[in-house]
């Protein structure tokens, strides 16, 4: 297997634990149960964590800037919605 594919599988392995835990956190239950609801090792789930968490925190200390926490947006004054208000995210969720 060529550098190339090598570094695209584990780009590929790295965002798979990375969407799962991020999945698993905004879910609300443990990681056990989530594990076991996705056919998930709960050990290999602790590991990517562990590993990911590392990552994160290697890429911090060479002072690499993460992305913002937070969500800008726009307010719009609607002749037809006086009293609502309505959020509209780039990923198209709509908040009302």
């Given amino acids: 297997m060529s550098k190339t594919s090598q570094k695209h599988l584990r780009q590929e392995h790295i965002k798979f634990w990375h969407n799962h835990l991020e999945a698993q956190r905004l879910s609300g239950i443990s990681v056990r149960v989530y594990a076991g609801q996705h056919g998930l090792a709960a050990s290999t789930f602790y ?17 690499v800037r993460a992305e913002p926490l937070f969500q800008s947006f726009k ?20 908040i009302e």
């Fill in 47 to 63: 590991e990517w964590r562990k590993r990911l968490l590392a990552m994160g925190e290697a890429l911090q200390s060479e002072d």
């Fill in 75 to 94: 307010i719009e004054r609607s002749a037809e919605t006086t009293s609502a208000c309505q959020i509209r995210l780039n990923n198209g969720v709509v």
